[in-house]
């Protein structure tokens, strides 16, 4: 086949198909892919997402910074085509970087944003900062990648328009940062974040939060900590979810996560000193593998879908950790606070009973029947209501 | 092999009735006449879909003068594959729950539906999944071509694509610079 029949193949394809190809590609590739030829070299303005990590394997380099802003420069030229995700990792111990990335930040006025902040491991506290939120920012996700990292104190024109807030990360959770009022707030997800005081979660920080997860959120170990979580919130959140996911395998962690679990800010298996719930138009609810000394469910919805999941026996722990367990008399008080709380007219005559299986049925309007199982001499009895 | 069905069948289910017909005819640039099933079309391509709402549909054959009869037999191919899968209504219900459908990763049959084809053929189709606004046949086609991306440097995929480099070398440096933290090793 003559050459100028194969040069065809890719250059015969419109632009916005190369865009879609490029976009598939981890971004920085995409960058370097875009200098094959004046052709493409335009199309990486129009991609939509953009990557970038400043300190990558320990390369600290104020030019290499600089010439991300020529990048980024060059793509917010195309006012036509808004970022949709900017995804940023810098150090929070480093002064250039901070000062780069707030101007990132600022520069591509991204829809999504996602901050990924990491510091010296040796660091136990790498001190306050904030973070200015551009105008365009429905969607924020911080990542912080060590607990020295704190969070953010978020200001900016889009706070009142934030729609989803994600903090997922190794980070010592104070209330401070669940205080900040988001008006316009509707999912809230918190994920392995560490707890020195007890957390609230209100209506007056986030009236209108519709769907929250709390997922691998565990007490610090340091002392003896206990903390709570408390959420009070208005009559939009539907769905809550709480989970712990590490405790929910039936397998121990092997040898390289016991040895990965940083002992001394998280625990593997925790217990809430306390969990109160106020919720009055709650409709899904779920307990997945967490554990409180205390429940107090003061109010929720009709509820359409319920999942409780509780084990009894030696919990994981990291290897500073005293064994903990959880007893019968334990789990069965859990489950019974967590049922009365979520069904308040609730009054099995058979509760303790070994192999219980019941039928209930409730009369009251728009419920329909429900069935759960509890097995005692299992190791991980699980209540569903469908 | 599966790839000659759609010929074969196209013969033959030519000659049934014509009225309440479940598939359509597609006439390829070249003449060739393929059928497919007119739900599978419908759900699958947004042009088809508006040709079949519109009653532009010639039961002798619709002209898709645009794609050669390679491509259109793998468009085809692909719509009665699609057909089949059973994931297939995991997909569509999926992309339903999350309404900006980020890229959903192809599956393991669609996989192999793309690794099989020649460069020709893969760039054929992925016009031709452009032309019939088939956006997951796109998507699919799209991200075989990223595969074959990742990770080269400009010049491998220059060389793999026969995409010819029109810059002087100065102005290949200049932009080297202007990138540079894109080109650090990692």
Partial sequence: ?386 | MEVDKGKGEAEETRKVAEADRDTVTLKSSDGKLFEVSKEAAARLSTVLAGMIAGGSIDDNGTDLKQIGSEALENVVDYCNKHANSIPSAALISSSISFNTAPFKEPEEWERKFVDRLSHDALFDLVEAANFLGMERLLDVTCHKISEMMKGKSPDQIREVFNIKNDYTKEELEEIRQELAWAFYDD
Wanted: proline letters at 5%; charged letters at 25%; aromatic letters at 6%.
């Fill in chain 1, 1 to 386: 086949m003559a050459e100028e029949d194969e040069a065809d193949h890719i250059n015969k394809l419109p632009d916005d198909v190369l865009v879609g190809i490029l976009s598939l590609l981890p971004y920085k590739n995409a960058v370097q892919t875009s200098s094959v030829s004046r052709r493409w070299e335009p199309l990486l303005a129009q991609l939509p997402s953009l990557m970038f990590s400043m300190s990558e394997m320990g390369t600290h380099s104020e030019p290499r910074v600089q010439s991300m802003e020529r990048t980024l420069r060059r793509r917010c030229r195309r006012h036509d085509v808004a970022v949709q995700t900017l995804n940023l990792t810098f150090r929070k111990d480093d002064a250039m970087e901070c000062r780069y990335a707030g101007e990132f930040i600022a520069l591509a006025n991204a829809q999504k944003l996602l901050v990924q902040v990491s510091c010296d491991r040796a660091l136990t506290d790498a001190g306050d900062w904030s973070l200015e939120l551009p105008p365009a920012t429905t969607e924020l996700l911080l990542l912080p990648h060590w607990y020295a990292v704190r969070q953010p104190r978020i200001h900016g024109a889009s706070v009142d328009t934030l729609r989803s807030l994600t903090l997922d990360g190794l980070t010592v959770l104070g209330q401070e940062f669940l205080h900040t009022p988001m008006p316009s707030l509707e999912d809230l997800y918190i994920g392995n974040c560490t707890l020195p005081v007890s957390i609230e979660i209100t209506s007056d920080a986030m009236p209108r939060l519709m769907h929250l997860d709390i997922v691998d959120v565990s007490v610090m170990t340091r002392g003896t900590t206990k903390a709570g979580i408390s959420v009070l919130a208005g009559g939009e959140l539907r769905t809550l979810r709480m989970s712990g996911r590490r405790c929910s395998s039936l397998e121990p962690p092997s040898d390289t996560e016991w040895f990965l679990l940083p002992a001394s800010f998280s625990a593997s298996f925790t217990s809430y000193s306390c969990f109160r719930l106020r919720a009055p138009r709650l409709r899904v609810f779920e307990w997945r593998c967490c554990y409180a000394d205390e429940v107090h469910i003061e109010s929720v919805g009709l509820l359409s879908d319920v999942a409780v999941e509780i084990a009894t026996g030696r919990m994981p722990r990291t290897w500073q950790e005293e064994s903990e367990f959880v007893s019968v008399e334990h789990r069965d008080k859990l489950m019974s606070d967590i049922l009365l709380g979520l069904m308040p007219g609730l009054r099995p005559r058979s509760w303790q009973n070994r192999h219980v299986q019941r039928k209930l049925q409730r009369s009251k309007q728009g419920r329909k029947s429900c069935t759960w199982k509890t097995r005692t001499e299992r190791r991980k009895p699980a209540l569903r209501q469908l």
